[in-house]
Every structure is written in structure tokens, then in C-alpha cells.
């Protein structure tokens, strides 16, 4: 197998941008630094396609060392023949290698294995060929052997069925056609164990789907049901048609007694051997599509909820909400430094609301409060409510943001928490985090496993090893895409930069701690570890926004410094240009962007990206987002009226639909068919977590707090 041709076919790429990036993953770079800095070599392929095509080349060259063990494997038997040959080097995937190989396996004691132990495999291809037989019966007594416990003609019969029952299920063309009739004209079936029991799975009580047309959301929530132990799943496929086919593959012979075995023997084979197995192989294959379906929607949520932007100079006061234990409070300056913390109990039983309210008023005037972040959590709608009345009753306009508090427990009572704050219980580290994913949710949610932060759908029941290894890639994307403060960044935020370790990230953070700032990104090479491979993957992510060289707060990369001076030389520009925000304007001052990247002995690609980092040196690309929704007023569930427009924040993005923020304390849902006039194939076409979107409200389900929302005007 050709596997750089592979790739080239697949992704539809030219020769040069494959076989360098393959070489470029070969060598240990990363994959944010070769999207960023090596563009072109890839033919500028992004983060997305860079993993994607990582993953496919892992999984080819996985494809092509399993066919070199098939294949010594069957010649050590004596088995190899040139079909089989030919068969194993056109396999384009291991189910298709699993299906050439199930012959040859070495195979655990099956009713086959112990028909041919008792001598039965002659008389099994006797029946097999067919050939005329006067007396069936008589020909099996030839096998009768007590001492192999073959007791009569009867037994001697099954046992060789047994045998070519299991050789009709190890063929690979019956397999596969059964399996591709299985996926086209199969259907996915449910049924309740108890239908006394009301569950969130009722809608799968009795329910069947064509297998090519279950959306994939369908497949995990009836995996879950099953997995609960509420639901039986079972594939139905049209039986006639699969025995019709073995049948005539098979079946040569009009000699009636031989013809019922093997009717006989290819019923059992199907439904003892062959059905059983694609169900459980289709049903893998389903759930691998759908998981990667949701692992795709998680991604682009993850992505955007990392993305949000910053809240800048703003001293914050966070809020965890509690009813017995009391709402904890915290304080924290635009550095994200704890001012203060404690507790309050506005919320039932205590409802102390008049000696709560004494408390912020005099926080909010002694540590200048800006904004008051309320975590969505347990009894946040009361403590809403409270905070909404108390604002009103100040003389400063104050606002208040419902931040989602999804994970922020799952980091308090971590050892990293208890790292960072020692001194505080878990409910005060909680209300800490809240504070603090307002002002920079980036910084604060790298501390959260990114399955805690609540934007996916049914991730505990995927394959746990690939989430985690497609969600750090997220991560990773988005702390790079963002680039990080040396002088400032936590040790979670650093270890997320391209080239850098966890133990790495530490060494940064105490070489800090020992030497005071950094003032040039060189110093970063006296960092204990951090050798020169480790500087070039991430040095150009690395900012210093204070720095002697105004280049190291920028995404140019010291490989490109020299370039840079040539350029502002040749442009009539300084440095001081550069700091003083003077060259907003330069890219309009190159006539030919070929020709100039000619003259300073550069990449095309790599040349525009220096010009944009110049015109906007120390760039957040956050600041572009949109920014979140600042209230001062509450409405309840009770208040929504059919047709009421309203402003609010996309939460979280799903297959069917999306959930929208409308400042009531339960979301409502815009079902996929609500998002557009025009035909949506899926909701992220139109939506994003963290958009700003105006809604219709079309029902209200009180009773069940059900908020249905149109975004069709």
C-alpha cells in the first residue's frame, strides 16, 4: 500500500503538501506549529485537517503493519495463495483484513473444532462438493466411532454441518455482501423491558429506524438505554433475501436429502454465526460513526466556548450558589488576583436577604466592584433573583452575568485547586473560578477536564482514550490560536502550548518565581528542559507583553526576526513604528506580495502572516467574538408569552437543535427546524456556543420547564 497516495486520494492534496507534512509529523513537530509556521511546506492546511490527517496516517500504517502479520501468519501455515495475496493488498480497512484472516485465525474450541477432532471434516466435504450420494445415511455410519464418541449416523451428520456451518461464515464475499445488505435495507429496532417504568427514553419504548438513515444522536441515546438496562436493541434485516443469496451461492445440487442439510446447515450458520457477529459489527460501526459525529459537534462547542472573549479591567465578584450551605463569594481584581471571600444566605432555609445585601454593598465600594458573575448551577435562579434586586437598589450601575459553572466543582476538589489555593475550602475555590471564567474563561477553563465543562452530549458513553485525545487537541488549538503570557500564565495554561510539557511548564513557572519576568523570549532557553526543539515549537505562542523587543509580543516567530528587519527597513519603518501601533495600514504599501516575499527570501504564506501580526502587534483574537450579555434585570419562566422576541447567548449546540441562554433560568431549545427558513443540515451551519442570537419564543411548558424558541423572525 501506497499510504502517502492514500492520503493524497482521500484528503485531495497535491504530492509536495503530503509527503512534507508526513515528514514534518515524522519529525516530532507539532501540530499548532506546523499549521502556524510551516505553511509552505503543508500547502497552509489547518489544525482541523493537520489532526485528521495525523489520525488517518496512524491508522493506515496500523492497517498496513496488521496485513504484513496476516499475511506471515497464513504463510507460516502454508495457506498463502496468490488470491489471498491480492485480496489482503486491496484491503482498505481491518474489517475487511478481519473478514480475509477469520479462515486462518487460530480458533478458541467450537462445535466445528470438535466435529473435526471426531474425524467429521471428509464427510463435511463430501457434502460441501456435492457430489451424488445413493445413501446419505449410510455414508455418515462410515464415521460412527465411539471411541471419538460419534454414537451413530445422526451425530456424524451434525458434526459436519457444525463444520461447514463455520466455513460458510468464514467466507468473506457472504460477509460482506450481508453486511452491505444489512447497512442498505436493515433497521435498528427498540424495545421497553418494563413499560410500567416512565424514563427519558420512552420515545424508544417501540420504536425501528432504517439503519442509513438513524441519525447518529438516535444510535447513543438507544446505546445508553441499553446500557441502563430500559431498552433491548436488536438489527432486523430481511431474512429471505440473506438466505435466498447463501443459498443460491451454494446450493448446486438437486439431490434432495444433501440440499435439506445444506438448507439446513446455512440457516444455522447465518443465525448461530454470521448474524450475531455483523450485528455486533455494525453496531460498532454505527456507534464509531456517531461518536465521531458528537465528537465533532463537542469540538466546535469546546472551540468556541474557550474562544469567548475576555472580560478586560474589571474587578469581578463571583458567585457560587447554594440553599443551606449559603451562597459563596469572591472577589477578584482585573489581574484575576482573590481580593476576599466569604459567605452570604440570601437562599432558603436561612433567606437572610437585608444582612447578605449590608455584605456586597460594602465589598462592592471597598474593592470598586465592575461585575458580579452568578454561577447557573444549583440555586442560582433564587440567588439571580436577589442579585437583581440588590443592583437596583444601588447609586453605580452594576451588572450581573450568568457565567456556566459546568466543571468549575470538578476543579475545586482537584489537586491543582488545592494547589493554587490552599487556604480556601472547595465552595470557596468554586466561587473563585466563576469569578474568573468571566474575566478570562480561556485561563480558567484549561484547569477543567474538558468532558466536565458541559457542551457535549452523551460523552461518558464514547470511547473515552480518543474524547480525551480529540478534546486536548481542541484545547490545544485554542490556547495556541490565542497565545499565552509567559510573565503571567498559569502552569495548566502553559503546559497547553505546542512543545510544551507538563514538567516543562513548571520549570517555567519557577524559573519565573526565581528570576522575575522574562524580559526577551531567548531567556525562555535557560528554562531547565526547555532545549532548542522545544524553543522552536513554542516560542512564536509565547508572549511577552512588556518584553525589550516588541516582536516577542507578536505570533512572528525568531526564525522570522531577520525577515522582519528587512522588511521594515525596506518599508522605512522602526521598531517604535511597530510599538506605537503605526503600520495598521502596511499590507496596503505591497504592491506584489510574490515579489517582495521574493526580495526578503520568504514564504508567501509566511510573509502575510508577519504584515497581519505588525499591523496589530499584541492582536487578541477573541476580542472579536462577541461579547457577553450584561443584566440587570430577571425574568421568569412565568413571564414568557408566545411571540415575545429575546436576546440571548447560545450554551450549547446539538445535533437536533441548540440551547439558548434567554435569561430565564432554563434554556430554551431552537429545534433544528426552527433555526432557519432555508433547509439546515446541521445546527452548527447556523449557530455557535457563545453567539448572540434574537429568538421567538413559540411554547412554554411550565409544568416541565420546557422553553421552545424559533430564530425564524
Keep these: 500500500m501506497n499510504i502517502a497516495k492514500e492520503l493524497q486520494n482521500e484528503f485531495q492534496l497535491k504530492t509536495f503538501q503530503v509527503e512534507n507534512t508526513i515528514q514534518l509529523m515524522d519529525e516530532g513537530n507539532t501540530i499548532p506549529f506546523i499549521a502556524r509556521y510551516r505553511k509552505e511546506k503543508t500547502g497552509s492546511l489547518d489544525d482541523t485537517i493537520l489532526r485528521e490527517f495525523y489520525q488517518r496516517l496512524q491508522y493506515l500504517r496500523t492497517l498496513q503493519e496488521k496485513k504484513e502479520q496476516i499475511t506471515e501468519s497464513i504463510k507460516e501455515q502454508g495457506k498463502l495463495t496468490e488470491e489471498i495475496q491480492k485480496q489482503l493488498v486491496q484491503a482498505t480497512t481491518l474489517v475487511e483484513l478481519e473478514d480475509i484472516y477469520r479462515p486462518f485465525r487460530p480458533k478458541r474450541r467450537t462445535r466445528a473444532t470438535i466435529a473435526k477432532e471426531k474425524g467429521l471434516e471428509p464427510l463435511a466435504q463430501i457434502l460441501w462438493t456435492q457430489k451424488k450420494v445413493e445413501d446419505i445415511v449410510a455414508l455418515a455410519q462410515e464415521y460412527v466411532n465411539s471411541e471419538k464418541e460419534v454414537m451413530n449416523s445422526e451425530e456424524a451428520l451434525q458434526g459436519a454441518q457444525d463444520i461447514l456451518a463455520e466455513q460458510i461464515s468464514d467466507e468473506p464475499l457472504y460477509r460482506q455482501y450481508i453486511r452491505k445488505l444489512t447497512f442498505q435495507e436493515g433497521t435498528i429496532a427498540t424495545k421497553v423491558k418494563d413499560d410500567t417504568i416512565s424514563s427519558v427514553y420512552e420515545m424508544y419504548y417501540d420504536y425501528e429506524e432504517a439503519i442509513k438513515k438513524i441519525p447518529g444522536h438516535r444510535i447513543l441515546a438507544m446505546n445508553r438505554g441499553e446500557k441502563e438496562k430500559v431498552l433491548t436493541v436488536k438489527i432486523e434485516v430481511p431474512l429471505e433475501k440473506v438466505i435466498m443469496y447463501l443459498e443460491h451461492q451454494i446450493i448446486q445440487t438437486e439431490q434432495t436429502k444433501i440440499k435439506e442439510l445444506l438448507q439446513s446447515t446455512i440457516m444455522d450458520s447465518y443465525k448461530r454465526l454470521i448474524a450475531p457477529s455483523i450485528e455486533r459489527e455494525i453496531r460498532n460501526e454505527l456507534t464509531e460513526k456517531a461518536e465521531e459525529g458528537a465528537l465533532k459537534v463537542f469540538s466546535a462547542n469546546l472551540q468556541q466556548l474557550?474562544?469567548?472573549?475576555?472580560?478586560?479591567?474589571?474587578?469581578?465578584?463571583?458567585?457560587?450558589?447554594?440553599?443551606?450551605?449559603?451562597?459563596?463569594?469572591?472577589?477578584?481584581?482585573?489581574?484575576?488576583?482573590?481580593?476576599?471571600?466569604?459567605?452570604?444566605?440570601?437562599?432558603?432555609?436561612?433567606?437572610?436577604?437585608?444582612?447578605?445585601?449590608?455584605?456586597?454593598?460594602?465589598?462592592?465600594?471597598k474593592y470598586g466592584v465592575h461585575l458580579i458573575a452568578i454561577g447557573n448551577g444549583t440555586a442560582s435562579r433564587e440567588t439571580e433573583q436577589f442579585i437583581a434586586e440588590f443592583i437596583q437598589e444601588l447609586p453605580n450601575q452594576i451588572y450581573y452575568v450568568i457565567v456556566n459553572e459546568a466543571g468549575a466543582s470538578v476543579y475545586s476538589a482537584s489537586s491543582l485547586a488545592a494547589e493554587e489555593f490552599p487556604e480556601?475550602?472547595?465552595?470557596?475555590?468554586?466561587?473563585?473560578?466563576?469569578?474568573r471564567r468571566l474575566q478570562d474563561p480561556l485561563a480558567e477553563l484549561v484547569k477543567i477536564d474538558p468532558k466536565s465543562i458541559g457542551v457535549g452530549q452523551y460523552q461518558h458513553d464514547m470511547n473515552q482514550k480518543r474524547l480525551e485525545d480529540t478534546l486536548q487537541g481542541v484545547v490545544e488549538n485554542s490556547v495556541n490560536q490565542v497565545g499565552v503570557d509567559v510573565n503571567t500564565a498559569s502552569f495548566s495554561l502553559l503546559s497547553y502550548v505546542a512543545g510544551v510539557s507538563n514538567k516543562v511548564a513548571k520549570n517555567i513557572v519557577q524559573y519565573r518565581e526565581?528570576?522575575?519576568?522574562?524580559?526577551?523570549?531567548?531567556?525562555?532557553?535557560?528554562?531547565?528542559?526547555?532545549?532548542?526543539?522545544?524553543?522552536?515549537?513554542?516560542?512564536?505562542?509565547?508572549?511577552?507583553?512588556?518584553?525589550?523587543?516588541?516582536?516577542?509580543?507578536?505570533?512572528?516567530?525568531?526564525?522570522?526576526?531577520?525577515?522582519?528587519?528587512?522588511?521594515?527597513k525596506k518599508l522605512d519603518y522602526t521598531a517604535e513604528d511597530v510599538k506605537n501601533n503605526k503600520l495598521q495600514s502596511i499590507k496596503d504599501q505591497v504592491k506584489s506580495m510574490d515579489e517582495l516575499a521574493t526580495q526578503l527570501e520568504v514564504g508567501k504564506e509566511t510573509l502575510e502572516d508577519i504584515l497581519k501580526e505588525l499591523a496589530k502587534p499584541g492582536r487578541d483574537p477573541r476580542t472579536e467574538m462577541p461579547q457577553p450579555i450584561l443584566r440587570q434585570d430577571i425574568l421568569e419562566l412565568e413571564d414568557l408569552k408566545e411571540g415575545m422576541i429575546l436576546e440571548g447567548t447560545v450554551r450549547n449546540v446539538i445535533d437536533f437543535g441548540a440551547f439558548v441562554d434567554i435569561g430565564v433560568h432554563q434554556d430554551g431549545l431552537v429545534h433544528i427546524s426552527e433555526l432557519s427558513d432555508q433547509y439546515v443540515k446541521h445546527p452548527l451551519d447556523i449557530v455557535a456556543v457563545g453567539d448572540i442570537v434574537k429568538v421567538r419564543v413559540i411554547s412554554v411548558d411550565v409544568p416541565k420547564k420546557r422553553i421552545g424558541l424559533s430564530m425564524k423572525m
Design 306 to 365: 474557550l474562544l469567548q472573549p475576555p472580560i478586560l479591567n474589571k474587578v469581578v465578584l463571583g458567585v457560587d450558589p447554594a440553599y443551606r450551605t449559603g451562597c459563596k463569594i469572591a472577589v477578584v481584581d482585573e489581574t484575576g488576583r482573590v481580593l476576599d471571600t466569604t459567605v452570604i444566605y440570601p437562599t432558603p432555609p436561612q433567606q437572610k436577604i437585608e444582612e447578605s445585601k449590608k455584605v456586597l454593598t460594602q465589598w462592592i465600594k
Design 424 to 435: 480556601f475550602d472547595v465552595s470557596l475555590r468554586s466561587a473563585v473560578s466563576i469569578a
Design 514 to 568: 526565581d528570576n522575575g519576568i522574562f524580559t526577551k523570549r531567548d531567556e525562555l532557553l535557560k528554562v531547565p528542559q526547555l532545549g532548542p526543539k522545544a524553543f522552536e515549537q513554542c516560542a512564536g505562542f509565547l508572549r511577552i507583553r512588556e518584553g525589550e523587543n516588541i516582536l516577542d509580543n507578536t505570533g512572528v516567530h525568531p526564525e522570522s526576526y531577520s525577515v522582519v528587519k528587512k522588511l521594515l
